[in-house]
Each structure stands twice: as C-alpha cells, then as structure tokens.
C-alpha cells in the first residue's frame, strides 16, 4: 500500500532551524513530490517541489531559507528550514504525484494533481 510518513516537526524558536523528512512506501519517491504546508484559518500553500528529473522549486516565501532534496536510496524526501519565522508555523504535509509527469512539468502541476498524502507534522516557530 501505498503511503508517506512525515517527521521531523517540532517546536523551535525564531531563527531556529527544523529538517522534516517524507519516507515513500510502496512508492517509488524518483517522481514528482513536494512539501505542503496550512496554517489554520488558511488554505493549503506549495512551499517547495522536487521534480524525477531533481529540479527544484521554491515558493516566494521560503526562498533563500528551505531546500528540499530527496535521497533515492532511502526513499526519503527532506525539507531543510532554517531562519525560521513565526509566519512558518503550520502543519507540513509532503505529497506526490502518482503518475510519471514529463520532465520539468513537476515546477508548474497543480496542487490537484497532487493525490498521494502523508499525515502531516506540525512545525511551530515562536517568537
């Protein structure tokens, strides 16, 4: 069966810094795959992508302060967030696209055709 498992959220102070991993099960992560993130009371944001062919793409607001790589022996994504802000806290969820996309297309596919979801973990930045 197929499914992602979150980690690595946790509490941390302004400036701190939190790495959040996805392991892919049943899964094949050398697909397109990217980090989500909502706060409450708002909608569902992109913050970064990672494409089969290991492009990547960052939202505007994270720019400069994530990076997301993917390790194919392990099957795992990785979101590194460091200079965290207040703004950041939100529950981060990693999804997947299940079928192959041409390459380049990860940058620009709507969120919907995002349909594989982990659970979620929650990153917390105080001030």
């Known amino acids: 069966q197929v499914h992602l498992a979150e980690s690595g959220g946790g509490s941390v102070q302004s400036g701190g810094s939190l790495r959040l991993s996805c392991t892919t099960y049943g899964y094949s992560s050398r697909r397109c795959m990217g980090w989500f993130r909502q706060a409450p009371g708002k909608e569902r944001e992109v913050v970064a992508r990672?494409?089969?062919?290991?492009?990547?793409t960052y939202s505007d607001s994270v720019k400069g302060r994530v990076t997301i790589s993917r390790d194919n022996a392990k099957n795992t994504l990785y979101l590194q967030m460091s200079n965290l802000m207040p703004e950041d806290t939100a529950m981060y969820y990693c999804a997947a696209v299940s079928w192959l996309l041409m390459s380049g297309r990860c940058a620009i596919t709507p969120t919907y055709n995002f349909d594989i979801w982990g659970q979620g973990t929650q990153v917390t930045v105080s001030s």
């Open positions: 990672f494409g089969r062919d290991g492009t990547t």
